[in-house]
């Protein structure tokens, strides 16, 4: 063979080992996203979140290279080794060309029992947050804010610091086109920033908001003051109260700054204030490996976020080759998990025999396969509203009532007003072993009348109208995974509006067409603000459906199933309601996972008072119904599917008779890694 054919040949070979390495990386794969717990993404935006896997694969291709040149070249004599030589030069570029997209970080020691072995900080920093940034941020949705805290150099530039997480977020939010704000943390106060230095009357809701501490770095690039997480959050009560924030990341640190110095914990009381405002506050990565019970994707309480931390220290105490352990939390009020995963919802790997394969179904279509369910020790635990005159509900654990002394020492009692009497909603939770249990129950009132419409009667042949809002969920997947209901709908006659679509991004400009007719005049930035809506007495602007019927005399009632403190959504407005606002206080009493409110999920407590709530006017007045369901709004769309059961129980026992029924989303999934 000539030599040129040799070389041409080997270099054909590299290029094509380029190629599948490409096509490795590029391709979504259901084994890598197993073991790494992280989605793969289509290709990375940033040359600083170049994976050490992609440098293996590249090595790999080397090595097969590089033996086929050898086997070749040593029938060819001394041209053949010339030719072997060129393409080792060549292949030694090709590794410094690699080397220069590696993370700019340094190998940490991964403790794993007793024996430690190296792992590189870029999957911790690179990989999976750039992943995290993929699914975020891609979405793209008018007036999306992006607050960005980090460090910056401490020289007169004040720049961020470069190949840091702070400059990786800030470069992928701007290159997504979203509006990016950044702050110093270096003496932050982030409530004065936010009454003063931004209109938050007009930006209240931010996408991503992702804060980091770590140490201020000179230009010469040496470590020289430590900005703490905890200290931002020192000063961010106001905006944590009145900022929309969809997803939080938080880079927390637990260290020893300086040898034989005591450890320092950051980022515990930044979690902790994160955990008062009912977000539901995740690992996403660490740069350790903090055991099985601290792996992604675990859900951290007030219960045990000091142990979490504790953990961590002690981890860091057996390892001698680093003084610091870095974790990455995740937070969010919805329903999302920090890394995207079926199994942690279905749980697969409990459930190994179910998923076997039999009357030609497999995995979680098998007979033998059964949906996940809220933790049954809640079940132990049960409440009711106490007999009339009596302060103290009745409690019974494990069927035995337990007696009022016991109660007010070892629960806690709560209920949607200061007198159970007057109250529909009362939970319990027991101080011992944090078992909960939740009671709704429907007082009958008479219906609000406005002024204008005193004159109104309406009669029981007058409809009544039930809606029930998946938020969200496509045709498409409603019929995937919704099956039951789905057939039950055409069994019935339901009629499916086929033409029916979106005429916004979100929630916000979708709900406000389907539930007034208005589109909003203020974008992504609240129902509540909108200049489009209302009260007509007052200011002359349309008003919501539920409204007009309460004005027109009907009994109305409106919730959802989930606790979103300070949503920019239709609930952040209050609805004037006759029923229903009791539950979205309840939702925040406590939460379990899938979606659980003690022994229940959180639906079947919706449905269940909604049920109630029909048997109790459906023969004297007509009423007004509007519920909506957030289970669907994660982006492994899992949590839906959960649902089917509760759908079809309830539509199949509710009176339909002279009722407007109405199944409908405001829009389909409109971001994640799927």
Request: charged share 20%; hydrophobic share 35%.
């Amino acid at each position: 063979m000539p030599p040129h054919s040799l070389l041409l040949e080997n270099l054909e070979l590299s290029k094509r080992c380029n190629k599948e390495q490409h096509i490795q990386k590029s391709t979504p794969s259901f084994t890598q996203t197993a073991t790494l717990n992280v989605s793969s993404l289509e290709k990375p935006f940033d040359r600083r979140f170049s994976s050490p896997l992609h440098n293996r694969r590249s090595n790999s291709c080397l090595v097969q290279s590089l033996k086929a040149a050898k086997k070749k070249s040593a029938k060819k004599g001394i041209v053949g080794m010339l030719m072997v030589s060129i393409l080792v030069y060549y292949f030694l570029l090709q590794i410094l060309a690699l080397n220069v997209s590696l993370p700019m970080t340094h190998m940490l020691a991964l403790q794993t029992g007793e024996k430690s072995v190296g792992v590189s900080k870029g999957l911790h920093t690179g990989r999976t947050l750039r992943d995290a940034l993929q699914r975020i941020l891609s979405r793209h949705i008018t007036s999306s804010n992006v607050l960005v805290v980090a460090p910056t150099r401490l020289d007169n530039t004040r720049e961020m610091v470069q190949n840091a997480p702070g400059q990786s977020v800030y470069d992928k939010a701007t290159l997504e086109g979203h509006n990016v704000h950044y702050l110093n943390p270096s003496n932050l106060n982030l409530d004065y920033w936010w009454r003063n230095e931004h209109n938050y009357e007009q930006n209240n809701w931010f996408l991503l908001t992702f804060i980091t501490g770590s140490v201020g770095v000179t230009s010469e690039g040496k470590d020289v003051v430590r900005y703490s997480v905890d200290d931002v959050f020192r000063t961010s009560e106001a905006f944590l109260k009145e900022a929309t924030l969809t997803y939080v990341i938080l880079e927390v640190r637990i260290s020893f700054p300086h040898e034989k110095s005591a450890p320092l914990f950051d980022g515990i009381r930044a979690a902790s204030k994160l955990l008062g405002r009912k977000y539901k506050v995740q690992i996403m990565s660490s740069t350790h490996y903090l055991g099985s019970k601290w792996g992604p994707n675990t859900l951290l309480t007030d219960d045990n976020l000091k142990s979490f931390f504790h953990n961590a220290l002690n981890i860091l105490s057996d390892d001698n080759g680093s003084n610091e352990v870095s974790v990455f939390l995740f937070a969010t009020q919805g329903m999302d998990l920090a890394i995207p995963s079926r199994n942690m919802h279905l749980g697969y790997g409990n459930k190994i025999e179910e998923l076997s394969c039999g009357n030609g179904k497999c995995g979680v279509y098998s007979d033998g396969f059964s949906m996940p369910s809220c933790p049954k020790k809640h079940a132990a635990l049960e409440v009711n509203f106490p007999l009339h005159g009596r302060e103290i509900p009745t409690i019974h654990y494990n069927g035995n009532e337990v007696h009022d002394i016991e109660t007010k020492q070892n629960f806690n009692i709560w209920s949607n007003n200061d007198k159970i009497d007057d109250s529909e909603a009362l939970c319990v939770r027991d101080k011992r072993n944090k078992l909960v249990s939740c009671k709704t129950r429907t007082l009958k009132k008479a219906p609000l009348l406005t002024e204008r419409d005193n004159d109104t009667s309406l009669t029981s042949n007058h409809p009544n109208v039930l809606s029930l809002l998946i938020d969200p969920i496509s045709r498409n997947s409603f019929h995937r995974s919704l099956p039951k209901t789905a057939r039950l709908l055409s069994e019935l006659g339901f009629i499916e509006f086929t033409k029916h679509t979106v005429v916004g991004g979100n929630s916000g400009p979708n709900q406000a067409a389907l539930f007034s007719g208005v589109p909003l005049t203020n974008g992504r930035n609240g129902i509540g603000a909108s200049m489009s809506h209302g009260k007509p007495e007052k200011e002359k602007k349309p008003q919501w459906i539920w409204d007009e019927l309460r004005d027109s005399g009907y009994i109305t009632f409106k919730s959802e199933d989930g606790c979103v403190l300070n949503s920019n959504m239709i609930q952040s407005i209050k609805p004037q309601v006759n029923h229903g606002s009791a539950l979205q206080n309840m939702f925040c009493f406590a939460f379990d996972r899938p979606n659980c409110l003690g022994s229940k999920m959180a639906a079947s407590h919706l449905l269940e008072s909604a049920k109630d709530f029909i048997d109790t006017y459906n023969d004297e007045t007509p009423w007004a119904a509007f519920l909506s369901f957030t289970d669907s709004h994660e982006d492994s769309m899992t949590l839906i599917e959960l649902l089917d059961n509760l759908f079809y129980n309830f539509l199949s026992e509710i009176d339909m008779s002279n009722t407007i029924v109405m199944v409908l989303s405001d829009h389909g999934l409109h971001y994640g890694p799927w």
